[in-house]
């Protein structure tokens, strides 16, 4: 496959914004070979070590990818050369710039105080290290965003989505805006916060170290965490619950475990949705009806999913591709 081709998929793949055709040629070229997946991993990789670079302008994608390409196969036989990567993203399009020999962006780019932001699409989860050297997972269907001189003048950024943050230590506070509904300022720790805007509630879990939650606009009334505690604020009638936990069952996602803790039909829809990327509908009849489920999956298909959730609920199922129909039996 000649490299026009590979650039006409790959990067909308890398950016979360590929068409189902695209995705559908993605994955014939990705499985057809194994050097096909190494080679997209080293891309993948890279896009996401520089991903806090942020925006530096437009550049041209094709002349930007292909350099990208050849200097993955430089990089084979010269291993000892200087490497630098620039993802530049401006509105919808998207490129990547390889920078030989070159130690300080500062003398190509202009020190503006742009803003970042990083994406989990669905159906995918994403490994990012912050300009700090604290790391963070993005579940699918989050983001984070924050400006080019975090770190340097604070460390604080938005959050939508869910992300699990390994926070190193620092003398300027670490703080974290979960849809602008709640703030948690970080002291040197690792824990979850569940944040999205579709959800009624925030959920935040401490594994270790020590937080703190305060709302917008309070001041001197922060609400500090124990590890192991599991914290849950319901934004509609700004009301905070605490509970004693397994924190492993809240956490559980970033290594591949879909994990179900008594929840709800329309709970467990959103979970799966965001998880494969799929649209499931589900019939009128079941909207009212109290059912709920716990369970913990691994390595399942999505298929293999709706069929415990079916046998546990007495429930029916359709699959079309993307496409997932729930329903009692009779009604349809």
Known sequence: MKKEEIYSFIVPVLLGEDTPEERGRFEKWLNGSRENRELFSEYKRIWQEVGHLGEYGRFDPERGFHRLMEENNLRKVRKRRSR???????????????????????????????????????????????????????????????????????????????AFFDVRSGSKPFIVNAIGQLQIRVHGTRFNVMAYPDEEVIETTLEEGRISLLLP???????????????????????????????????GWIHKKIILRNESLLQLVNR?????????????????????????????????????????????????????????????
């Not at 849950?232 to 809240?250: A, C, I, P, Q, W």
């Open 84 to 162: 630098r990567l620039v993802a530049a993203v401006s509105g919808t399009a998207a490129a990547l710039l390889v920078v030989l020999g070159i130690g300080h962006f500062s003398d190509i780019f202009p020190a503006e105080d742009n803003l970042v932001r990083i994406t989990a699409p669905r159906g995918d989860q994403t490994e990012a290290l912050l300009p700090d050297g604290s790391s963070v997972w993005l579940n699918a269907e989050s983001s984070i965003a924050y400006k080019t001189s975090f770190g340097r003048k604070m460390r604080q950024l938005d959050l939508t989505g869910e």
């Open 217 to 251: 606009g309070e001041q001197g009334s922060e609400r500090y965490m124990e590890p192991g505690q599991w914290a849950v604020f319901h934004s509609g009638k700004e009301r905070f619950e605490y509970r004693m936990v397994n924190t492993d069952l809240y956490t």
């Open 272 to 332: 799966l949705e965001r998880w494969f990327d799929a649209d499931i509908k589900i019939d009128e009849s079941l909207a009212a009806e109290e059912c709920h489920f716990s369970g913990i999956f691994e390595k399942e298909s999505l298929e293999e999913i709706m069929d415990a959730i079916a046998r546990a609920g007495d429930l029916q199922y359709r699959i079309s591709g993307r496409d997932v129909e729930i329903f009692r039996e009779g009604a349809k």
